[in-house]
């Protein structure tokens, strides 16, 4: 009973945050289903009538599906450049000792420390001299480039743990390094590199800033860009708005339900060591 | 000397042959082996992550526009400017309170949910979920949102304000309260991140300890006050670590809530240099403002590691990802 008693408050706290959470998303999805002149004269309640038009209106637009697709390309190229080049790196750094190998590797882990948006500017200059604007790669190439540290520390850190006698048994069968790398370790990293791609996924889906600043193409947008630009442009209708920004969110969602594990895995890996 | 009908060397030559093979790859043709595994990524870093903190160094001791190469040479003149400029001081106080509202307000509050989610309630698995969520969300659709929800008349804040008979305020104009508004998105969209964080590292504590703990007498405070924070340690240094990185940088929340607005009481460094280098052309300032940023993390990132995490953070943070 006592003990029954004595987790009220915190089914309160927990349930009053849980609120803080929700309400925003029910806004927005409630929102959608409203008209404009319905949203600000009954914005709290239940839409009645319920409006479905915000929502087709978006999804039978090719614009939403385009910066669909262009989120889905680029954030897909980024994760397999970025896995398969740090898994590369990192399998050097992990099982060879070479001279220079450990400045190599403190330069990319200094690389950490710099926060994405402090290249944002020299980024563009380098891309405009290269012809890389209004160009995916514009955005794959440096997402990648930044994605390498995180992503090599993580795959060194997995490819030590497998025992020697593992590749000394493949060297005795012949494997050439590179066949080792390839033949057996990939195929044994499985999780480690399912738990990185997670991590660059998201990253690449999410960002902002980089395609801000490299696409001025409309046809070029991701979700992020689609969504402010299309706020921009139907400042007046609040309700076609919360549509939009609820059908962007669902991919996001979506991917969080099935890759749930690998994603809380990876970022809490690093965090609790030590 | 061996012809093509050379017999292959009789099985027991094979072990030295291939012994020999294996040290060689390991030393001279091993170095080579090596380079070339890593060169690709080296190659990638240097030229789009190394690269363009130089180039930002050397813009920013010009005056430029950004056509044309940049030829007038100021010197230190644009980090004068900087330094004496009111704006950037401003930005750095709004970083400087965005950091310690989250240091005091959003890292205890992730770290109490935490530990209430640790223990047995009902519905854990569906809150810890739930807390989540945001955190997958970009900080720019997160933005729109929020900026609908914050909107003077129709938005969803002042409604619910009037519903319960409050005045309806300003959220995102209001010079001086500007800042909280901009936080509490942060935390909405934050605070789970940081609780997944620490609920790691409460599982990692062994349960023996609570109870030993509780035999010997301490009350639920004395538990968590002498043993969980300790144990905790590690993982609240990367968790502040990564917050404080990721408020340095913050870009998309202020850029599409409120601009930098009004009149810059909400700007952060990158929203500045953005302004600077993107909307006025202004590049060498710009990469000035981009050169402070670098510093004023580089300082902080090796500060912090030395004084504070020494050898415990290896493989924790993540500048791709951000967290606030």
Known sequence: MIARFRTVPIHVIVWVAA???????????????????????????LPSPWVTENYTDVITTGAFWRQL????????????????????????????????????????????MFPFAVAILPLFILLRTFGLLDNPLGVILPQAAFGLPLTIIILRTFFRSI????????????CTPFGFFWRVLLPMARPALATVSVLAIVASWNNF??????????????????????????AADTAKILAYVIVSMVPALAFYAVAERQLISGLTAGATKG | MTGPDARPAPPGGRPAERRGRREGRRRGSGWITAILFVLPALVLFTLLVLTPI?????????????????????????????LNSDI????????????????????????????????????????????FAPYMLSEAITGVLFSLILSPEAGLANRLLTSWGLEPWSWLSEPDTVLFSIFLVITWKYFGFHMIIYLAGLQGIPKELHEAARIDGAGGWKVFRHVTLPLLGPTIRVSVFLSVIGTIQLFDLVWILTGGGPSHASETMAVSMFEYGFKRTQIGYS??????????S???????????????LEGASTTMGDHR
């Open chain 1, 19 to 45: 609120v803080f959470i929700v309400v925003p998303f029910v806004y927005g999805l409630f929102g959608g289903f409203k008209t404009t002149a319905q949203l600000s004269e009954n914005p709290l309640g």
């Open chain 1, 69 to 112: 697709l262009n989120s889905l390309f680029i954030a897909v190229a980024t994760t397999v450049l970025v896995v398969f080049l740090s898994a590369m790196a990192a399998f050097a750094f992990a099982r060879f000792a070479f001279r220079g190998r450990e400045f190599l590797f403190t330069l990319f882990a200094i690389g950490l």
């Open chain 1, 163 to 174: 025992p020697n006698e593992v590749e000394e048994a493949a060297t005795l069968d012949g």
């Open chain 1, 209 to 234: 800033f980089l395609p801000l600043v490299v696409f001025n193409d409309p046809n070029l947008w991701t979700l992020p860009l689609g969504v402010q630009q299309f706020q921009g442009e139907y």
């Open chain 2, 54 to 82: 130089l180039v930002a160094g050397y813009t920013s001791l010009h005056k430029w526009n950004g056509i044309g190469p940049p030829s007038d040479f100021i010197g230190l003149d644009n980090f004068t400017r900087l």
């Open chain 2, 88 to 131: 950037f001081i401003g930005d750095l106080q709004n970083g400087g309170i965005l950091v310690v509202l989250s240091l005091v307000v959003q890292l205890p509050l992730s770290l109490g949910l935490a530990v209430m989610l640790n223990q047995r309630i009902r519905g854990r698995a569906l809150y810890r979920l739930l807390f």
């Open chain 2, 287 to 296: 990469s000035a403002i981009s050169v402070a940023m670098f510093l004023i």
């Open chain 2, 298 to 312: 580089l300082v902080f990132a090796l500060g912090y590691q030395r004084f504070v995490l020494r050898r415990d």
